[in-house]
């Protein structure tokens, strides 16, 4: 079975610009969650959808915003990128939302803003 | 937020053992994962504790004290495959702001000499 996957892997965009990241889960799972994570650091919480319904946010700007789709894949779409933007933005799915649900993680969009 | 808090780099010798060390704040905790990371790419999942004691899976294993607020990953008989980053996360429960999703800590680099 594939695993969950990210496009496009890299993207050179610049200040002001807007960008559409895609993630599709893995087949059968139903929640997509978002991650920004910046190099030497862990990888930080942005969304979560669950059934196409937003479940969590993390402390981003309202620049970021993302929607889920009715097959479950989602776009994670950011506005007016800065510089601090660069980063792996990493797409997780699951099976659900509970507790002991393991998220697996796609290959990650890189980002770079000039 | 829930401080997640483990070394930034740890050096071993092939064939050694290592173990990482992880802390958190315990209140609404959820369930602790480890997921390993190699440069470059997505974190892969290794292990998930919700319960005190130690889980086994070949090479690596991982242990957790809810009391203590601590966990470990033991990586065994060392290979220089594993030179990678560790990354700790916590899930907190529906009682705390951090419902759903993953808290990362920054990760352990692991290098692994010959």
Same mark, same amino acid.
């Given at each position: 079975d594939a695993g969950v996957t990210q496009s496009p892997t890299h993207l050179?965009?610049? +200040? !002001?610009q807007h960008v559409t990241l895609r993630c599709s889960p893995i087949s059968g799972h139903k929640s997509v969650s978002w991650y920004q994570q910046v190099l030497g650091q862990g990888p930080q919480f942005i969304f979560q959808y669950y059934e196409k319904e937003e479940r969590g946010r993390g402390n981003f700007p309202d620049r970021f915003s993302a929607r889920q789709f009715p097959n479950y894949s989602s776009e994670l779409n950011v506005n007016a990128l800065l510089l601090g933007d660069s980063a792996l933005y990493l797409c997780a799915s699951s099976l659900g939302t509970g507790g002991s649900e393991t998220q697996y993680?796609?290959? !990650?969009? +890189?980002l770079l803003v000039l | 937020g829930q401080n997640i808090d483990q070394p930034t780099e740890m050096t071993a010798t092939e064939g050694a053992i290592v173990q990482i060390n992880c802390t958190y704040q315990t209140?609404?905790?959820?369930?602790? &994962?480890w997921y390993q990371q190699h440069a470059g790419e997505a974190p892969t999942f290794l292990s998930y504790n919700v319960l005190d004691g130690l889980e086994e899976k070949g090479r690596f294993?991982?242990? @957790?004290?809810?009391? #203590?607020g601590y966990s470990y990953l033991l990586l065994k008989e060392l290979q220089m495959k594993d030179s990678a980053s560790y @990354?700790?996360? /916590?899930?907190?429960g529906p009682a705390t702001d951090s419902w759903g #999703?993953? %808290? &990362?800590?920054?990760?352990? %680099? /692991?290098? /692994?000499?010959?």
């Amino acid at each position: 079975d594939a695993g969950v996957t990210q496009s496009p892997t890299h993207l050179i965009k610049t +200040r !002001g610009q807007h960008v559409t990241l895609r993630c599709s889960p893995i087949s059968g799972h139903k929640s997509v969650s978002w991650y920004q994570q910046v190099l030497g650091q862990g990888p930080q919480f942005i969304f979560q959808y669950y059934e196409k319904e937003e479940r969590g946010r993390g402390n981003f700007p309202d620049r970021f915003s993302a929607r889920q789709f009715p097959n479950y894949s989602s776009e994670l779409n950011v506005n007016a990128l800065l510089l601090g933007d660069s980063a792996l933005y990493l797409c997780a799915s699951s099976l659900g939302t509970g507790g002991s649900e393991t998220q697996y993680f796609g290959p !990650g969009t +890189r980002l770079l803003v000039l | 937020g829930q401080n997640i808090d483990q070394p930034t780099e740890m050096t071993a010798t092939e064939g050694a053992i290592v173990q990482i060390n992880c802390t958190y704040q315990t209140s609404g905790f959820n369930g602790l &994962f480890w997921y390993q990371q190699h440069a470059g790419e997505a974190p892969t999942f290794l292990s998930y504790n919700v319960l005190d004691g130690l889980e086994e899976k070949g090479r690596f294993s991982s242990f @957790l004290s809810r009391s #203590k607020g601590y966990s470990y990953l033991l990586l065994k008989e060392l290979q220089m495959k594993d030179s990678a980053s560790y @990354l700790c996360a /916590v899930r907190y429960g529906p009682a705390t702001d951090s419902w759903g #999703k993953l %808290q &990362f800590g920054a990760g352990t %680099q /692991v290098v /692994v000499t010959p």
